[in-house]
């Protein structure tokens, strides 16, 4: 269950990154009411999953499916530039997410968890 806190933490980060852009500085009022609701969401998860996954482990999940989405988003919502060089660097965050989550596991596994 924990991962899947997680996972919905990191997803719902996004939400809230794309939220600033919106908010433009905190001086449009809904976009910054709900970019702020998100926040909270965000962390309320991130902290439930860390009750099950170690910190660092979490934290770099967490902050790579945010990073990860949002560069997304951004380049298939906004336009941003698509470059080899962006796509690559991304698929290696996103390896790096899944390395940690397969370590995890096997970790998980040998203590008979």
Do not use: C
Request: glycine share 14%; no cysteine; net charge neutral.
């Amino acid at each position: 269950m924990a991962w899947i806190y997680l996972i919905a933490g990191g997803l719902t980060e996004i939400v809230w990154a794309l939220g600033l852009k919106f908010a433009e500085g905190f001086t449009k009022p809904i976009p910054s009411v709900i970019t702020l609701i998100f926040i909270v969401i965000s962390f309320f998860l991130f902290s439930k999953a860390m009750k099950g996954i170690p910190v660092g482990t979490a934290y770099a999940v967490f902050t790579g499916i945010g990073a990860a989405g949002t560069a997304i988003v951004g380049m298939f919502i906004f336009g941003e530039l698509i470059s080899l060089g962006k796509v690559f660097f991304l698929l290696l965050l996103i390896s790096g997410i899944v390395g940690l989550k397969l370590v995890d596991g096997e970790k998980h596994q040998e203590e008979g968890v």
